[in-house]
């Protein structure tokens, strides 16, 4: 199972209506599809893996200007930062994700050193990616 960032629900949390005297509850989804004329599925996608048509939990860039806007107008806690993942959410994503297994024509063609990769055994039958540059930096 992909793991879903937390971004989406974060962002939608932020705009969540308690229940007051003179209003009822509003759920922080519901809130955006109000202010920016949205659809629930649109606003559902950003906290469903993207393997079922979500976002992967990716809050599209297109909103982020509205968002910020009207958390704004409405004096709710919402930065810009609230859009990325803070350092112990990357780093427990790129835990989750493994090791990365960059080829090494690509490692050498970027000009890094190839990882070491002593739990990869050499398989001479898995098809190897290829990259060749063009003198412009462009895949040829």
Not at 21 to 26: G, L, S, V
Not at 130 to 136: I, K, R
């Amino acid at each position: 199972m992909t793991q879903v960032l937390p971004i989406g629900a974060r962002v939608i949390a932020r705009f969540a209506v308690p229940e007051g005297p003179d209003r009822r509850a509003r759920a922080g989804a519901s809130v955006i599809e109000a202010l920016l004329g949205l659809s629930p599925n649109v606003v559902g996608r950003w906290r469903r893996e993207r393997a079922k048509g979500g976002t992967g939990g990716h809050v599209p860039a297109q909103y982020h200007e509205a968002l910020l806007w009207w958390s704004d107008v409405l004096g709710l806690d919402l930065t810009p930062d609230d859009f990325h993942l803070t350092a112990d959410e990357r780093r427990a994503w790129r835990e989750a994700q493994g090791p990365l297994d960059v080829p090494d024509d690509l490692a050498t063609a970027f000009g890094l050193d190839a990882p070491e990769r002593p739990d990869r055994p050499d398989r001479p039958d898995a098809p190897q990616a290829s990259l060749s540059l063009n003198g412009a930096g462009r895949a040829a």
